[in-house]
């Protein structure tokens, strides 16, 4: 199987404060990982793709320094929202891609942040 | 650009009909081109996959044909069961940029006894 687990699978914080969302590909080494966000009854949008090692790649109009994201092996990716915001409510997505041969992405379950 | 286009929803339907849900693409390139599914509550699945022109992808009585010359994509199945009440996604991948996928905006469809 590929298996990608996402932890927390809800968080509610205060906003101001940082968030840390965990993305493990639990049964397979992923050489690169995804992060989405998805608004209620919408499309997922790609936030950035990280590779293990090396500095993530954001995609136009999100910003590098709210969204960090570390890769820091090949099972562990890390999304921290940082001085969050009630606009940054949403549904946080990740996954994950085995190799570089394969252009088939694992999801995780997806992790629901409510900022009051 | 590279770009995916689902047919609106959602789609309602009784057991047992048929299904279509069109997928149109516009790339760059020869993408591959992917069917995820959402079930209520969970993650996205891949549900099919076709790699090239003429590719059939194919799973769970769901398929789809990779048309080159229409650059579609449409998602069938002769038989619809209330399990299969979900949103779907038609997705693009180019190769190259890390293979990243594009989704379409995704078609909720409610299947009744």
């Known amino acids: 199987g590929a298996v990608v687990s996402q932890h927390p699978s809800r968080v509610i914080c205060k906003s101001g404060t940082s968030v840390k969302i965990e993305c493990r590909s639990l049964?397979?080494?992923?050489?690169?990982m995804f992060w989405y966000r998805q608004f209620p009854k919408q499309s997922l949008m790609l936030m950035a793709t990280?590779?293990?090692?090396?500095?993530?790649?954001?995609e136009q109009g999100v910003e590098k320094d709210k969204f960090l994201i570390n890769h820091a092996s090949l099972t562990l990716s890390t999304l921290t929202v940082t001085s969050a915001h009630p606009e940054d409510s949403s549904f946080y997505i990740c996954?994950?891609?085995?190799?570089?041969?394969?252009?088939?992405?694992?999801f995780g379950p997806g992790t629901r942040l409510t900022v009051l | 650009g590279n770009s995916v286009t689902q047919m609106e929803g959602p789609v309602t339907l009784s057991e047992e009909a048929f299904l279509t849900i069109n997928c149109t693409y516009t790339a760059t390139g020869y993408p591959s081109l992917f069917w995820y599914v959402q079930y209520p509550g969970e993650g996205l699945q891949l549900l099919l996959k076709?790699?090239?022109?003429?590719d059939k992808g194919s799973n769970k009585g769901f398929e789809a044909t990779y048309r080159k010359e229409t650059t579609s994509f449409h998602l069938e199945k002769g038989s619809v069961q209330v399990s299969d009440s979900a949103v779907y996604f038609c997705a693009l991948s180019v190769s190259g940029g890390y293979n990243k996928l594009i989704f379409g905006a995704g078609t909720r469809l409610a299947v009744h006894p």
């Open positions: 990280s590779n293990e090692g090396s500095k993530a790649t954001y």
């Open positions: 996954s994950a891609r085995k190799d570089t041969s394969t252009d088939t992405q694992y």
């Open positions: 076709a790699t090239k022109a003429d």
């Open positions: 049964d397979f080494q992923a050489t690169t």
